[in-house]
């Protein structure tokens, strides 16, 4: 059982700077890949970023790719999602999940995650 808490959320200008933070706990939680995800109001879930079990390899979708960085500190346990050049069109509750490192599923794709966090809102302001 891995279990999963976001935090770091908040209301942010246009242009400014969040970072979220998954913490990760569970015997076997460094053994999963972890991936944020977003949802906006009447909108699907979707992919944002994801970091394999090393942080060697990260993976990002095309909108948000030089704006947003993934890490992860094994140490602490912890999956932090740096977001930079905030915009209005990024205002969403963001999830992070945790994905075993071996299944059928993408990385971009929800259904290969097993483990899910509540979420923390992030409201960007224009």
């Known amino acids: 059982q891995v279990e999963l808490v976001e935090s770091g959320g908040g209301l942010v200008q246009a242009g400014g700077s969040l970072r979220l933070s998954c913490a990760v706990s569970?015997?076997?939680?460094?053994?999963?890949?972890i991936g944020w995800f977003r949802q906006a109001p009447g909108k699907e879930r979707e992919f944002v970023a994801h970091?394999?079990?090393?942080?060697?390899?990260?993976n990002y979708q095309d909108s948000v790719k030089g704006r947003f960085g993934i890490a992860r500190d094994n140490g602490k346990n912890t999956v932090f999602l740096q977001m930079n050049s905030l915009r209005p069109v990024d205002t969403a509750v963001y999830y992070c999940?945790?994905?075993?490192?071996?299944?059928?599923?993408?990385?971009?794709?929800?259904?290969?995650?097993?483990?899910w966090g509540e979420g923390t809102q992030v409201t960007v302001s224009s």
């Open positions: 569970g015997p076997t939680s460094s053994d999963y890949g």
């Open positions: 970091i394999d079990t090393t942080g060697s390899s990260t």
């Open positions: 999940a945790a994905r075993p490192q071996l299944n059928g599923y993408s990385f971009y794709d929800r259904r290969g995650y097993i483990y």
